[in-house]
């Protein structure tokens, strides 16, 4: 049995998600409306990919439920590559992406909010819901650029997560870090204004720097996330072959260790009956 009932924790992590994209959509501000709306800013394109990461993490345990037992090969074969597929956006999206938009931001809004959340900002979204925003008639507390990093951390917590080869991973998220740069540049050139407004008070060359910079800051991510996932499940795995000479080990022997399980949570420990 499962020793926690992590895909409820998915349906809900999915659920506010969805909510928050609604609420920042409804929300009537000046720079949603000109050219690249919503989409020229970081924080809802991570919103984005954070919503589309748990809704395949919720369709993989779906699946997963409905094939377990069948001994359909066809089906086992798909439900392996949508493991994958949530994998692969976990390392190569969800996780450097997630965190480079909390880390970011709050350095930035820390050092001069101006530079990044100015306080006209303020008569859109009151000060203390810039952790969140929460609908009028809503009864759960949704963040913007806070939770992204628990939510994510959960979810490497509890689940085992097959990271795609080194060159590969940093080739794509090197291609979305210079694609979102690209597309912040052009939205410049179209509109004549910065995306963020403390680009409008760097000169050209710190501009370059500053990109270069974030380019390499989401490669430093993407090698962190690589790195803990295999802390985390190097450990977790370590402790299910403990001496049984340990005083807790008699609570492990009869535990077994399935790291591509896809099973979610700490399903990937499985009691034997």
Known sequence: MALVPCQVLRVAILLSYCSIL??????????????????????????????????????????????????????????????????????????PVGIFVVAVF??????????????????????WLNHGMIPRRATARLYKHTTVLPFILIEMRTSHHEYPSRSS??????????????????????????????LEHIGPGARIIFFGSTTILMNFLYLLGEVLNSYIWDTQKSATMMPTWLPWANDLTNVSWNPTSP????????KER
């Open 22 to 95: 609604c609420n920042y959509k409804a929300i009537e501000m000046p720079s949603h409306k000109t050219y690249g709306g919503s989409w020229k800013f970081l924080t809802f394109i991570d919103l984005v990919i954070q919503a589309v990461f748990f809704g395949i993490c919720v369709l993989t345990d779906l699946s997963s439920l409905l094939t377990r037992g069948s001994g359909n090969q066809e089906q086992e074969r798909q439900l392996k590559k949508l493991i994958s597929l949530r994998d692969w956006i976990l390392a190569v999206l969800a996780f």
């Open 106 to 127: 709050w350095i930035i809004y820390a050092y001069d909010r101006e530079m990044i959340y100015p306080k006209l900002l303020d008569n859109f979204i009151p000060g």
């Open 169 to 198: 991973g940093l080739t794509a998220i090197c291609t979305f870090s210079v694609g979102y740069i690209l597309w912040v540049c052009w939205v410049h050139h179209v509109t004549g204004m910065w995306v963020y407004p403390f």
């Open 263 to 270: 099973e979610v949570g700490f399903s990937c420990f499985t």
